[in-house]
Every structure is written in C-alpha cells, then in structure tokens.
C-alpha cells in the first residue's frame, strides 16, 4: 500500500491514525510485505505530514511488513536529520524499513516556503546531489562523505534508498544512481511506460542493485463486483473535483458525494481522469493489474486506497489478496504480480 492516512468526513484526525495502524496489521495478517507513508502538508484530507513518525508507529504494531516512506520530500528537509530519523528507525526494525525521497515538495508554495524558510536548502534540481548526501550519512554505497559530519545512529544495515519519481527524467536519475525506482501512476499514469522503460534502458548495477527494481504505485479500489467499485470510488472522484475549487476537507462517503454541488459533466470528467486506475471487482482489477505490470515492465505493484468506510477500505485490499492469491492462474507470458501494501 501506498498510504495517506486519508481523513474522513465524520472522523476525526485521531481515529484517522488509529485506523492506519489497523489498516497495516490487516493487510499484514493478508500477506501483504510492503507498507509506505507519502509526505504531504497543509491538506486536511491527509494526516501523513510526519512519514518518518508513522513509519515507526506502524513498524512497532507490526512484525513482518517492510515499512517506509514513499516518500521523503527532500527539499523540506536537511539530508543528516533525514538519515538520523530513518538510520534510528533502522536500528529499532533492522531489515524492514525503506526510504523513498522525493523532489517535490509535497504541498502548494507558501507551505513549502513556511517548510524550508531559512533552511538554505538545495531545490529540485539538485536532487541528485541531494541524494547523494543522504546515501552518505547512511552510510551506504555511493554516499557523499560529508567529512568529520556522520548521522547517529548508524544501523548495522543501512535502509534500502528508492528514487520516487513521475517521468522520466527521475526514471534516469535513480537508474544512474543503481536504485530502484517508485513511479507515480496514481497521478501521472501517461508517464509510466516511459519512465520505467527510461529507468530499465539506464540502469547501472552498484552496490545497491545488481538489476533494476521498479514499483508502480496506482490507485487500486476493489468492490464485490464493478459496480460496487465504481459507487465506493464516488469519493476520490469528488476530492479530484474539490480540488479545483481549493476545498481540501475531509473525503465525502459516496452519499454524500451524490449531494455535492457537481454537474453530471463535471462528474463524467473526473470518472474520467480516473480511468487509467485499477477499480472493479477482484477479476476486473486482477486483469487491469496485470496488464500494467506487463506494459510498464514494473516488478511490483503498490496500491493506493482511498475508501470512505475503513471496513469497506480493508475489504478492499482482502479482495485485492485474494484476487491474486485464490484467483485464476496468471495470464500467460505476464509477469508474476507482486502487490503491496503501503
């Protein structure tokens, strides 16, 4: 899963996180291995402002998922405090904790200013280097050194360093640097064939990666049947509309969804922009699934799932598992899905 921890209407910020740690024991006890938090401020629809705190709470409530942040945006922070909270959180979990970054900020520009206000740090287009110089304080291969400068506590084994990224300009950056690969189809699905193609074309094997390793994350909704997953669906249509009149609350349930103030073409185009997503019944997302992970030549995917009822949102990833686990052989000559839970 790739997680938002994303606020209901009728819920409060509290209940929100106390249904996340749920949400990662269930997934967890279904067989899910992959479980990341994504950085985002300023937006009360999403309480993952602090990845690297969720990344312990949930590691702590759990004992076989991988769990980390995908992603740290590193412009809102300095490389050293990064890898002095994830080499910490590596020491507590050893061999399960994994940092993304990226090169967003992760919010709109007066947040991003209020976040790194003074802080003389290095924007976008010192990614790289910026990567660099946590890979450095970790203490992993191909770090920058940064001289008599070291992170403490330096786990035993440094967490694994993924390159988030939504084209192929960063698809390049991580297949440069031999690191695997997090690409964005959840928000940026015209660029996934291209920017993992662009990262398999690159890669250079180092120290972290013998071959490349790529993840697409997508938003995945998977009801009973197909129309179960269109209705539950109704609320990240209506968050996609909301968007463009600057209203950031609370996500709708499809009920109230029906009673937002949106033209029936205002609808069709937001079910619209959502149709390159993985939402069906278990056979429909299965197959949807699979072509993806054929046609992207990604080696895992993670999903994304923004549902109303938190009962309903659970179902939906016990129906993804089963999907894959109890459904029908795969389909020839497609690779073998790897889905996680993030």
Do not use: C, K
Request: net charge neutral; aromatic share 6%; glycine share 10%.
């Amino acid at each position: 899963m790739l997680d938002i921890a994303p606020v209901m209407s009728g819920t409060s910020p509290s209940t929100t996180l106390r249904n996340t740690l749920d949400l990662a024991r269930q997934t967890e006890a279904l067989g899910y291995h992959r479980y990341w938090l994504a950085e985002h401020h300023n937006t009360p629809s999403i309480a993952s402002s602090s990845p690297a705190v969720l990344v312990g709470q949930i590691a702590a409530a759990t004992s076989t998922l991988r769990v980390g942040a995908g992603g740290v945006m590193l412009p809102n922070h300095q490389p050293l405090v990064v890898a002095e909270q994830f080499g910490t959180l590596a020491s507590f979990h050893p061999g399960r904790i994994d940092l993304g970054l990226g090169r967003a900020a992760g919010t709109d520009p007066f947040t991003a200013q209020a976040l790194q206000r003074g802080s003389g740090q290095p924007r976008g287009d010192n990614f790289g280097a910026q990567i660099s110089e946590v890979l450095g304080f970790l203490g992993s291969p191909g770090g920058r050194p940064r001289g008599p400068v070291a992170a403490y506590p330096q786990a035993e084994t440094p967490p694994p360093v993924w390159v988030l990224g939504s084209s192929p300009n960063g698809a390049r950056l991580a297949a440069e640097l031999g690191l695997p690969f997090a690409t964005a189809h959840h928000f940026s699905p015209q660029n996934t064939v291209s920017a993992v193609t662009a990262y398999r074309r690159a890669f250079r094997p180092t120290g972290h990666l013998a071959a490349p390793y790529a993840v697409v994350a997508a938003v995945v909704i998977v009801g009973e049947d197909d129309a179960q997953a269109l209705r539950l669906a109704s609320s990240v249509e209506i968050a996609h509309l909301e968007l463009f009149t600057g209203n950031l609350g609370p996500y709708l349930s499809p009920e109230e969804a029906d009673r937002a103030p949106y033209s029936p073409q205002q609808r069709q185009i937001a079910r619209e922009s959502f149709a390159p997503q993985l939402i069906g019944g278990p056979e429909t997302v299965r197959r949807r699934a699979l072509e993806l992970l054929a046609a992207s030549g990604a080696d895992e995917l993670m999903a994304l799932t923004i549902v109303h009822d938190h009962a309903a949102r659970v179902r939906s990833y016990e129906l993804l598992a089963q999907a894959f686990t109890g459904g029908p052989a795969a389909v020839p000559n497609q690779p073998a899905a790897t889905v996680s839970a993030g």
